[in-house]
């Protein structure tokens, strides 16, 4: 599952994907009783990720961008936390004996906001008869512990946290309590926040953070194979509640000093010790001891372990929570002072670009076919570099998509893999930077994600940019524009939008689109002469047998129908000879690219 493109990539997820705060937007907290929002005079989200061959350091104040508090019973506020947070670059599994969760932070979110796990340092002191330890002072006996989540639900704010000390963090899924399919908290009625994501059962959840051992935490949601195939589920902890009426034993059968016997008071799931694991061999939607699983995911179609963040069918948080209680990697992450090394900081710009490929455009739906996608002909790996294309500061050799990312139907379907370049300001013929994204049916070029707008790993400034397609000619805008980590829109299907060079695209029901038939992909359309487009349709369907048709993802198919004919209705012929002149075979139609 695991393949050398980790180790090749410049950029991982674990460089690539913290909310890095390019807006100056601070943070804001609630107080008791007034539920306007107060301003923070401390940045909010990430400040700068830097890295070096072997650590990723993230610079924080540990201040998420939605609002923070009140605490009931609590009176302190989420406050700067200042930190530089050391990640590994490769996790690695712990083959040894596990390593336990602790007391404060575990991993960190992609906002900066701390994960702690489900103890908030209370324990039952069984020559006292009663709770002792952490806020409540003294130091009970270590034995059964108490579940931070179940126990001081009423001192979590909306996004279902609180602070430590000033130190702001979340025990479990960070999500708003008023998006849960059941509401166990009215807090968000007084004191509204988003929390960090809202759950989403109709695809992949987003990467939000990573642990202390260096894998990825995900939300709640994910392919239900492993293999990055199937329906989009829920993932369930493998953990549930022991049927106990007393509490003198582990799950396991040791004797232990006595808690206190199930009740109203401490009903069953108060103490972390309630709960056994159960393994579920033939259902990959069950997570480990660890809480998590080895599989593939958007951000790493090779396959990863990951962790989840568990709720249960009505969205609130389950045991384990996110990570634990042990992780399932070498525990390196840590808190430090300065950073030590030569390090690259991480900068990137956004583009969204929306295109239209002429040969699968649809007039009457105005939209492009699918058929490719809904044959199961897309690769997962993208298929330019097997063209003889050379991507740019991306690891485009390596860039591969999940399965599942295939699975989207309707205007988000995914038609095609494209390459997106952006060109030197004051040379356009320089690629600065490319990467292969993907072509959704609406035009929409995206992420490998299958969502977002693409990200690349340049400095913010003016760029021009440009879309090639395997068999259309690409298209370039006509002046270098201003990019930033703000993403910024360029629509080539408008007809306003001006183009770079002469008669760039061609116009079909009243949109742009790329020229179709550069089978050669060597940036013209010819029907007729050396190196023409029309021939290699003639010999993918057989030279002797012109009215066979071939099935497959081959750059013949030029318009994309996921079927090669050379004859007949819907050939792909035709569009060469129409797009070089039907009455001048021997034109030559040139991609406007320099």
């Excluded at 583009?351 to 002429?358: N, S, T």
Aim: proline content about 6%.
């Amino acid at each position: 599952m695991f393949t050398m493109c980790a180790a090749l990539a410049q950029t991982t997820p674990n460089i690539t994907n913290w909310l890095i705060n390019t807006t100056g937007i601070m943070g804001r907290h609630y107080v008791q009783g007034n539920s306007t929002p107060i301003q923070d005079a401390v940045l909010a989200n990430i400040q700068t990720v830097q890295y070096a061959p072997n650590w990723v350091y993230v610079s924080t104040h540990g201040i998420p961008a939605y609002v923070t508090g009140p605490f009931a019973g609590n009176p302190s506020i989420a406050t700067d936390q200042n930190a530089i947070f050391r990640f590994p670059r490769t996790a690695v599994q712990n083959t040894g004996t596990p390593t336990g969760t602790t007391g404060g932070n575990i991993g960190i979110f992609v906002n900066g906001v701390a994960l702690f796990d489900y103890r908030d340092g209370v324990s039952w002191k069984f020559s006292t008869g009663a709770l002792a330890g952490g806020p409540m002072g003294g130091m009970g006996d270590g034995v059964w512990n108490r579940d931070a989540v179940v126990a001081e639900r009423t001192g979590f704010d909306c996004a279902k946290a609180h602070p430590a000390m000033g130190n702001y963090h979340h025990h479990q899924n960070p999500s708003a309590f008023n998006l849960d399919r059941v509401v166990i908290s009215t807090i968000c009625n007084l004191y509204a926040s988003d929390g960090l994501y809202a759950i989403d059962s109709t695809q992949h959840a987003p990467l939000l953070g990573f642990a202390y051992d260096g894998f990825p935490i995900y939300g709640a949601y994910a392919y239900t194979n492993v293999n990055g195939t199937g329906a989009i589920a829920r993932m369930k902890s493998g953990y549930q509640l022991r049927n106990i009426g007393v509490r003198t034993q582990y799950a396991d059968g040791t004797d232990v000093t006595d808690g206190p016997a199930v009740s109203a008071t401490y009903p069953l799931g108060y103490f972390r010790e309630d709960y056994e694991y159960v393994s579920h061999p033939g259902d990959p939607t069950y997570l480990d001891v660890h809480n998590g699983r080895t599989c593939i995911t958007p951000e790493y179609p090779g396959g990863t372990y990951a962790y989840f963040c568990t709720v249960d069918a009505n969205w609130n948080s389950a045991y384990p929570y996110v990570v634990g209680p042990t992780f399932y990697g070498t525990k390196t992450a840590a808190k430090v002072t300065s950073i030590t090394e030569p390090v690259t900081t991480y900068t990137y710009v956004k583009v969204a670009p929306r295109v239209f490929l002429e040969g699968p455009y649809n007039t009457g739906t105005g939209l492009m076919n699918d058929a490719l996608r809904s044959a199961s002909l897309i690769p997962n790996k993208q298929p330019y570099t097997a063209l003889g294309y050379a991507f740019i500061g991306s690891p485009g050799a390596c860039d591969s998509v999940a399965p599942g990312v295939f699975a989207t139907i309707g205007n988000n379907a995914i038609v095609d893999w494209v390459s997106l370049e952006l060109r030197n300001a004051s040379t356009p013929s320089t690629i600065v930077a490319s990467r292969a994204a993907l072509l959704q049916r609406d035009g929409d070029v995206v992420a490998l994600d299958g969502f977002s707008a693409p990200t690349i790993n340049v400095s913010p400034g003016s760029y021009y940019v440009a879309i090639r397609h395997r068999n259309h000619l690409g298209v370039m805008t006509s002046a270098a524009l201003s990019l930033s980590a703000t993403t910024t829109s360029v629509n080539f299907t408008s007809t306003a939008t001006a183009a770079y060079g002469t008669n760039a695209q061609t116009t079909v029901g009243g949109v742009k689109a790329l020229w179709a038939g550069d089978v050669t992909f060597n940036k013209q359309v010819t029907y007729t002469g050396s190196g023409n487009d029309r021939d290699p349709v003639l010999v993918r369907v057989g030279s002797t047998t012109p009215n066979n048709t071939v099935s497959g993802y081959y750059v013949e198919d030029t318009n994309l129908s996921g079927t090669v004919g050379y004859t007949g209705t819907g050939n792909d012929r035709d569009p060469i000879l129409v797009n070089v002149g039907s009455t001048t075979p021997n034109g030559v139609r040139l991609e406007q690219l320099p």
